[in-house]
């Protein structure tokens, strides 16, 4: 019995050791490593660069009032389509106290002069009946009573335009603002109520309304110093408006900006570009955008992942197969590249494979 037991020990201690040995052969072999491959690949490549902006009206200038008082009425609201000569607001006059006295005395002395003038004018009329003066001289007083008479006039008007806004004879209000240009209406910064300051030459005025002729749109942003000088007027721009997700818009640049600004540390340049409205979508004034500029561009050209290349100094190169798994280094002519895919101008055909790395 203990035999038995001691042969079948050994033979357990056999079997472990023919184990744990042909364990430690296989671990120790290595696989072979089985690369993957690639084809060359048909595709269109852009180099592009990037500005930021936003979109806005070429054409956008705020309506002010000629007369300072309150806003009693308005005709418009934003999104109304103006004409040149529509009417905005009716303002209640709110007149200077200083301009107004003034007025009143100006028109009371223009007045008093009239009647003595009058009165002067009759006198010498007699005069020159009797044949005691001169055609002249009757004509002397008979002028100044005319001028006497237009004075009283001006004088009656300027009182009315201070109070009014309007003369006797004119077709215009002041008081009533109404659309300088063709237009849409963007805002109305000021309710019925609220008091304007008119416009004059120490200063702009309280703003009525905005307006912008929003078929005329343009695209305004920033482009990076280190890009500027890779663009061109003409150069089509594709806008993405972050508002209207998924519907691009094309433009094209008219405007590069000569003197570059300031920009979070970095020297950035401002452009303006035309904008290629759609019947469809409506743009917005202030819509935010980032514009793709289109440096260059190729068409159905032969194309490999750029990091499938190796780069050795100038010169680049991809390892070919030729074999199942085995590899030749060759060389490539590459051309225009966005980042991501590299154009392949020779040295490689589409039904070839390459190592991917």
Known sequence: MKKFIGYTVLVLIAVIFIGTAMFLFNKSQEKPITYSTVEPFTTTIIKKTVAIGKVIPRKEISVTSQVSGV??????????????????????????????????????AARINLRNAEDELQRQRKLYADKLISVSEYNRYELNYNLQREAVQAAENNLLLIREGATKKSDLVSNMIRATIDGMVLDIPNKEGAFIVESSTFGAGTT???LADMNDMIFEGLVDEAEVGKIREGMELVLDVGALEGEP????????????????????????????LSDELFLRANYSANADIVL?????????????????????????????QVFEKRK??????????????????????????
Do not use: W
Request: no cysteine; hydrophobic share 40%; charged share 30%.
């Open 296 to 324: 260059d561009k190729r068409e159905d050209i032969l194309a490999i992942n750029e990091r499938d290349l190796l780069i050795e100094g100038d010169e680049y190169f991809v390892e070919v197969e030729v074999a199942p």
């Open 249 to 276: 818009f094309t433009a094209t640049l008219e405007y590069i900006s000569p003197k570059g600004v300031e920009d979070q540390g970095t020297i950035k340049f401002q452009i303006r570009a035309a904008v290629d």
């Open 71 to 108: 806003v009693e009425q308005l005709f418009v609201e934003a999104g109304h389509i103006l004409k040149k000569g529509d009417l905005i607001a009716r303002i209640t006059l709110a007149p200077n106290m200083v301009m107004l006295n003034s007025a009143e005395s100006q028109l009371e």
């Open 332 to 357: 490539v002519q590459t051309g225009l590249s966005d980042g991501i895919n590299i154009e392949i101008v020779s040295g490689l055909t589409k039904d070839q494979k390459i190592k991917q790395r």
């Open 208 to 210: 009525v309304a905005t």
